[in-house]
């Protein structure tokens, strides 16, 4: 299905709707490279620079979904001890109930995104309240610092009316090229599986979630290996502007 629209740039384009989260693994993947090869970083990014911008060697980006939660802490706590920054894309509602939480993610160094208010799919919702959750979002969360704000659809799910309604109030779509697999199993073992040698590659930027605890007993391992082959892991802001 294709639509009509102008882009971020004023220009008239027509584009593939795009619905990641609709589509078989196959089938996703085929599509995000076609919006991928289409629509403009200004719009929506899956990975970032191959090198950090504090990191003068590869790099990647470690991402978590759908906190803050009772977990948050021991996430925390764990990336503390394995001295690592992270990227966290968190859900409005959380937000509103664990204030706290937001500020120990932030005071311990992550980077904060939105994730919508209620987790609802981007596509599902008219303009009006779309501009609503992102900004409801963004008010419980710190300020960006001069850059756009960091924003990720719930469930990956994007169209080319909601991409252009968050690029328009002034947010950076980030996705991901490179996914744990930690939403379908509560293994630890095969979520570090996911990253064996090869994988992911620098400039990716990796999905994870908050309140697993088999996400939180694999990333030891996770980082460990990422290290071990080079890696710095850097936050998306990094990544995308380093």
């Known amino acids: 299905m294709t639509s009509g629209i102008v882009d971020a740039a004023g220009s008239d384009v027509r584009r593939d709707v795009v619905a990641l989260d609709g589509l078989s693994r196959a089938g996703r993947r085929g599509a ?3 919006a ?16 950090g911008i504090r990191a003068n060697r590869p790099s990647v980006a470690l ?4 906190g803050p939660d009772a977990m948050t802490p021991d996430y925390l706590s764990v990336l503390s001890e394995l001295g ?5 894309f968190l859900v409005g509602r959380q937000c509103a109930r664990h204030p706290e939480l937001v500020k120990r993610i932030a005071a311990d160094g992550h980077e904060v995104g939105a994730h919508g208010y209620t987790h609802r799919r981007f596509p599902s919702l008219a303009a009006r309240e779309l501009e609503e959750e992102l900004w409801k979002t963004q008010r419980l969360l710190p300020p960006s610092h ?3 704000p960091l924003l990720r659809p719930p469930h990956g799910a994007i169209s080319v009316s909601s991409l252009l309604t968050c690029a328009r109030a002034g947010f950076t779509t980030v996705l991901w090229s490179h996914d744990s697999g930690d939403s379908r199993t509560e293994r630890s073992e095969e979520v570090a599986s996911a990253f064996e ?6 400039g990716d930027i990796v999905l994870m979630h908050e309140g697993q605890p088999w996400t939180i007993d694999a990333l030891p391992r996770v980082v460990g290996g990422l290290k071990e082959r080079g890696h710095a892991l850097v936050s998306v802001g990094e990544l995308l502007h380093g």
């Open 197 to 202: 040698p090869g994988s992911p590659h620098a």
């Open 84 to 88: 690592v920054r992270a990227t966290f």
């Open 146 to 148: 001069g850059r756009k």
């Open 63 to 66: 991402t978590f979904d759908d």
């Open 32 to 34: 995000r490279k076609l």
């Open 36 to 51: 991928e090869a289409l629509m403009p970083r200004s719009l929506v990014v899956w990975r970032g620079k191959r090198a």
